[in-house]
Nanobody
Framework: QVQLVESGGGLVPPGGSVTLSCTIS????????IGWFRQVPGKLREGLAC???????YASPSVKDRSDLRRDNNKDVVSLRLDNLKPEDTALYTC???????????????????????WGQGTQVTVSA
């Protein structure tokens, strides 16, 4: 059974950066698709990024220009770095597995995803001075 554990969250000043890690256990990263999501209480969950086994990555327009998604198959870790953080980036960040990701409409810069089957517990990122 695949298990996911996130790490790297915390308190970050506006304009700062954070690198979130999603460590996979119970299986190898190998051919797995891993997605990163965030949620603020009272708001809809937002899909941020998706790492696929063929090397194609997807990112939401809200973070695309200030994010870096990396995949390390040797360590079974998918990391998401976010730069130039803003207070509105404050959220619980969660990774998920057993999903599929697809490119969005041409020119939209977005992506679609199926509902994941496996979720981590999440790591809180708070952007505040």
């Amino acid at each position: 059974q695949v298990q996911l554990v996130e790490s790297g969250g915390g308190l970050v000043p506006p304009g700062g950066s954070v690198t979130l890690s999603c460590t996979i256990s119970g299986s190898t990263l190998g051919s797995a698709v891993i997605g990163w999501f965030r949620q603020v209480p009272g708001k809809l969950r937002e899909g941020l990024a998706c790492s696929t086994a063929n090397g194609r990555n997807y990112a939401s327009p809200s973070v695309k220009d200030r994010s870096d998604l990396r995949r390390d198959n040797n360590k079974d870790v998918v990391s998401l770095r976010l730069d130039n953080l803003k207070p509105e980036d404050t959220a619980l960040y969660t990774c998920a597995a057993e999903l599929e990701c697809f490119p969005g409409s041409p020119g939209s810069g977005s992506f679609y995803y199926t509902e994941p089957s496996t979720w981590g517990q999440g790591t809180q990122v708070t952007v505040s001075a």
